[in-house]
């Protein structure tokens, strides 16, 4: 049955030029953006253009710079190399698989190991990803990389050259990688785009750059950090490229705009995380839906016009926002458990790795299993929004 629910699906997809996967930001919490490619890869739909923020930015770099037949085995090498401790009191590989094994399905305890990766991390950084400095950023005023991080990220430049054929991704015009930074000098959000300049290990590294743990990253003589701290999610720049084609969008979230009320301190930091991380996504989807609004509008005013036709003064100012582009956007949100905390996105241990992953696994087979979500929208509206998790709400 399922195979004949990905041919269905695939069908449908297959009438859209551009196929967006769009991942957000949110470090630990991005294995569950695996998960959804994954079962994406293995029903056929295969994207073929790649866009992301910070660890989005990351996973993006991975997919774009790979075969596809080799995506998913590099997607889970790279999470498997920076998932340990870094740091000389780190487990070997195979006792940590071990004890995550033999770990009872407890909540409370499960929760304990999370809170004991997140404490890993703070303490030591990640195998692979990231390294704290041994001498305190505080006692240093020179503007350096020590005097304004608290870890050192040359780790991950090593890791991402392993598992990212750069060279691939600026020769193959076929498939599209978009990361986006902030100017540290300018406060200017940008998108470094394939397919309008070469894509270097460095614009990945600025991606992901979030003060104060990470330092800046220069690019062309010009400090960059995390693009989060302006748009944690690319949707909008997806969006707004020019010239228009019928476009699906998947966009991954790892942060949820809807929570709980918060019962303790602990709450409240993880809520503004969450409400501060996801209100982009919103914004961005209610921006294309408004955009379409007043481009039918306006090909329904000039309808009324004499002859039907615009001034010619107008015509070419105006003419880019009458096409009759459609957008269609499959939102997946990551849901968080019980279980989980305010330290969620740097809990980087084996436990929250596969569960992260599991999770985006099953909500992108829950999507799949809604075959006329991936129909091309009503051109006459022009913008189509699904998400099972509000699907299955009411």
């Known amino acids: 049955m399922a195979v004949d629910i990905d041919a269905e699906v695939c069908a ?11 991942l957000q930001g949110g470090g630990a919490l991005g294995a569950y953006q695996c998960g959804v490619y994954e079962r994406l890869h293995s029903a056929g739909v295969a994207p073929n253009w790649f866009a992301g923020i910070s660890i989005g930015a990351i996973n993006a770099a991975i997919l774009a710079g790979n075969a596809p037949e080799d ?18 009191f780190a487990l070997p590989a195979l006792a940590v698989r071990s004890a995550v094994a033999a770990l009872p399905e407890d909540p409370a305890l499960l929760s304990w190991a999370r809170g004991m990766s997140a404490m890993g991390a703070l303490l030591q950084g990640q195998r692979g990803f990231f390294e704290a400095r041994a001498i305190s950023p505080l006692l240093f005023a020179d503007g350096s990389d020590a005097a304004t991080s608290f870890y050192d990220t040359a780790p991950l430049r090593e890791t991402l050259l392993r598992f990212v054929d750069f ?40 991606s992901g750059a979030l003060p104060p743990a990470f330092p800046a990253v220069e ?33 991954v979230d790892l942060w949820s705009a809807r929570g709980p009320r918060p019962r303790t301190v602990l709450d409240v930091l993880e809520r503004m995380k969450d409400i501060r991380f996801s209100s982009r996504t919103r914004h961005g989807t209610q921006m294309v839906e408004m955009a379409q609004k007043l ?49 969620k996105d740097y809990a980087f241990g084996r436990i929250s790795l596969r569960e992260h992953w599991d999770s985006g696994l099953h909500d992108m087979d829950r999507t799949l299993q809604h075959p006329a979500w991936f129909d091309l929208p009503d051109r006459d509206i022009g913008v189509a929004t699904h998400d099972v998790h509000r699907a299955a709400s009411g």
């Open 71 to 88: 995506r998913v085995a590099q997607l889970q090498a790279f999470w498997d190399a920076i998932v340990e401790p870094a740091g000389p």
């Open 219 to 251: 690019i062309d003589g010009e400090p960059y950090w995390d693009g989060g701290i302006v748009s944690n999610t690319p949707l909008e720049y997806i969006l707004d490229c020019r010239p228009h084609e019928d476009t699906l969008v998947l966009q």
């Open 12 to 22: 449908r997809v297959a009438r859209y030029p551009t196929i967006a996967l769009v």
């Open 167 to 206: 060279d691939r991704i600026n020769r193959d015009h076929a498939v599209r990688l978009t990361v986006g930074a902030t100017s540290v000098t300018r406060g200017n959000f940008r998108y470094f785009d394939s397919a309008r300049e070469p894509i270097r290990v460095e614009h990945i590294l600025a």
């Open 295 to 343: 481009r039918t509008s306006l090909k329904e005013l000039i309808a009324h016009l004499p002859d039907g036709r615009l001034p010619p003064h107008l015509d070419a100012t105006l003419a880019p926002y009458l096409d009759d582009r459609v957008f269609n956007i499959i939102h997946l949100i990551y849901q968080t458990k019980v279980h989980e905390q305010q330290n």
